[in-house]
């Protein structure tokens, strides 16, 4: 199987399998861990999978249980094009056409090589009007907290303004770019099935952490503090169903 686009390739071979009987509807999927052996993928690959086949009506994710299948047929066609969230907030990206999609996994194994580097340098290079810049998306992401938000602008501008302190404008708009895939349809159920309730905050207390370091200009601390921040973020998105 090709790397691009590798969900979708399971996902066809899913149906097939439906389709030919191997599955029966209200039957329940293997594990996981059987489909990756399966398939010769990782399981992130069949979580990916496995999501975008939920959002088209095809199986239905129970946490604790495991996955069963509804019907035959996709609710629509599964393409990349079609799994854009149209309301993606303008502080977020610059750009984002609807066919560069990447999926949830790849852009948390990007951000996980990319963001402690790019707290480093915010660390040792950041102006204070750019802290100030940083406090206030913190504030916002704080605000949002409380109001219960589910767009969560405030965590996503956090990480941007620390890329924009870098002093390299080009991660500034790469992380824009990144993040706004996570406004995907894939990626926002699979916030929906697997984050738990009390990560925003969470997430703000690791921002928090991000923060100090950053304001103390202690460069090792803010790489240590990011790295730990999406790794932990990986791996809730990778526990068990």
């Known amino acids: 199987m090709k790397q691009t686009r590798l969900y979708q390739n399971i996902v066809n071979k899913i ?7 191997i599955y029966q509807i209200g039957s329940k999927l293997p594990p996981e861990r059987d489909l990756a052996q399966q398939f010769g993928v990782s399981r992130t690959s069949i979580r990916e999978a496995i999501i975008a086949l939920e959002i088209f009506g095809m199986v239905e994710v129970k946490l604790g249980s495991g996955v069963y299948i509804l019907k035959e047929q996709a609710d629509q066609i599964i393409q990349p094009q079609n799994d854009l969230d149209q309301n993606i907030h303008p502080l977020l990206l610059p750009h984002l056409k609807e066919e560069d999609f990447i999926t949830p996994f790849e852009v ?28 206030q998306a913190f504030m916002m992401n704080v605000n949002d907290n409380l109001d219960q938000s589910s767009d969560h602008i405030g965590d996503r501008l956090f990480h941007i303004r620390i890329a924009e302190a ?38 703000q207390f690791e921002h928090q952490e991000i923060l100090f370091a950053i304001q103390n200009q202690n460069a090792v601390a803010a790489k240590n503090a990011m790295k730990k921040h999406i790794q932990n973020v990986i791996n809730i998105f990778s526990r068990k169903i």
């Open 15 to 21: 149906q097939d399998d439906i389709k030919s009987g």
């Open 108 to 135: 948390l194994e990007a951000r996980l090589h990319i963001e402690p580097y790019l707290a480093e340098l915010a660390a040792k290079h950041r102006t204070e009007a750019q802290l100030e810049s940083i406090k």
């Open 166 to 203: 870098s002093q390299n404008n080009a991660y500034g708009f790469f992380l824009k770019y990144l993040l706004g895939q996570h406004y995907t349809n894939i990626f926002s159920r699979m916030r929906t099935l697997y984050t738990p309730e009390d990560m925003p905050l969470r997430s």
